[in-house]
Nanobody, 126 residues
Framework: QVRLVESGGGLVQPGGSLRLSCVASGYESEYYNIGWFRQAPGKEREAVSCIRVNDGKTYYADSVKGRFTISRDNAKNTVYLQMNSLNQEDTAVYYC???????????????????WGRGTQVTVSS
């Protein structure tokens, strides 16, 4: 079973940047699609981005397009989420997930992802 550990969250001012990391470990962890999701207080968990394992195709939520970039370092079994031009609406707990569909119309469905990390808090505030 794959295990996921997120890191890199913190407090940042509006307009600032953070890079989140998701380290995957366990049996065949390098063969899983990885997604990033977030959950703000009082809101449902929502999809942020996803990277497909076999060809590196990426997906982004409209709210983060042009500001966030997902990437993968296969040698380190790590997926990154570079977040730029952060604003207060980006404040949330960010989770990475594995064992999900990296396809149009499916990747952003929370229920389709089987394994989750414990999350890392991102707070955007002046």
């Amino acid at each position: 079973q794959v295990r996921l550990v997120e890191s890199g969250g913190g407090l940042v001012q509006p307009g600032g940047s953070l890079r989140l990391s998701c380290v995957a470990s366990g049996y065949e962890s390098e063969y899983y699609n990885i997604g990033w999701f977030r959950q703000a207080p009082g809101k449902e968990r929502e999809a942020v981005s996803c990277i497909r394992v076999n060809d590196g195709k990426t997906y982004y939520a409209d709210s983060v397009k042009g500001r966030f970039t997902i990437s993968r370092d296969n040698a380190k079994n790590t997926v990154y989420l570079q977040m730029n031009s952060l604003n207060q609406e980006d404040t949330a707990v960010y989770y990475c997930a594995a064992d999900g569909p990296a396809d149009d119309g499916w990747w952003d469905l929370v229920a389709q992802w089987g394994t989750w990390g414990r999350g890392t808090q991102v707070t955007v505030s002046s």
